[in-house]
């Protein structure tokens, strides 16, 4: 790795840890998450000892409790990750940052890996409010939180990976979109609205289910293995695991590299 590189990495990561805006979002994931979480925990492990039997089998419970990490709380990482770069464009410190570097292509090189890191930070978060409540309560009903199942450790490791990725995907639209309030707008109302709506219409037909698979929410949803959305909606498994992850580092690269074509070569004044 060049001087340069690591350079741009420390002082992106200068960046990070001077603002209050990683915190505030990173509790505000926790209690969200855990509530979520807990609530699922409380409300299925409950109904599992009914006289209809359990709504999910209890084999399946844990892991889809513990993906509220990310089936709710992906929306956070990709948010600070657009963030951290329109704020760049909001108060214009790209300009001493590019006369202290020059090399633009290396600059946004380090915030992408920085952002990556700050990612995994928030999927860890994240998998330990879900798994804290999520797995205090299953125990409490007589549900087994499967935590030495070898597969709820591949299913963690996904999980950070895929939080990771939706911070590159991120920066990746924060470079496309420099507009701060734009960007907030579409990580918004995308994350929340439009695909949830088009994914509950592509179930309809089997053309369009597999069309869906690709959208960034249901790419992620089959790289962590386990999420609340398919378990409800009785959507089929999608994609392998590592074909959501390619889905997702395309998502990010595309957006980085049209981002890097645009916006990011013109003067910051």
Do not use: H
Request: aromatic share 10%.
């Amino acid at each position: 790795m060049s001087a340069g590189y690591l350079g741009a990495v420390r002082s992106e990561f200068t960046k990070v840890r001077t603002t209050r805006l990683w915190w505030v979002l990173l509790v505000i994931m926790a209690a969200y998450v855990g509530l979520c979480a807990g609530g699922m925990a409380g409300i299925l492990g409950g109904l599992g000892g009914g006289a209809n039997g359990p709504v999910i089998p209890d084999a399946q419970l844990p892991l889809l409790v513990y993906s509220f990490a990310t089936s709710v709380g992906y929306v956070f990482p990709v948010l600070f990750g657009a963030l951290a770069v329109t704020s760049e464009f909001r108060f214009q410190s790209l300009t001493p940052t590019f006369l202290a570097n020059p090399r633009r292509g290396v600059v946004l090189g380090g915030k992408a890996t920085t952002l990556l890191i700050v990612g995994a930070l928030f999927g860890v978060v994240a998998l330990i409010a879900s798994i804290g409540l999520g797995a205090s309560l299953l125990a409490a009903f007589g549900i087994d939180p499967l935590l030495g199942d070898p597969e709820t450790w591949a299913f963690i490791g996904r999980s950070v990976l895929a939080m990771a990725l939706w911070s590159a995907i991120g920066v990746g639209l924060g470079v496309l979109v420099p507009s701060q309030v734009a960007a907030i707008v579409i990580v918004l109302a995308f994350t929340q609205f439009v695909e949830p709506l088009l994914r509950l219409a592509a179930s309809f037909t089997d053309w369009s289910a597999q069309v869906a698979q690709f959208l960034p929410g249901a790419a992620s949803d089959s790289l962590v293995g386990a999420s609340i959305y398919t378990a409800m909606s009785g959507a089929s498994a999608g994609l392998d695991w590592w074909q959501g992850g390619l889905v997702l580092v395309a998502y990010a690269a595309i957006a980085t590299l049209i981002g890097f074509l645009t916006s990011w070569r013109r003067d910051v004044s």
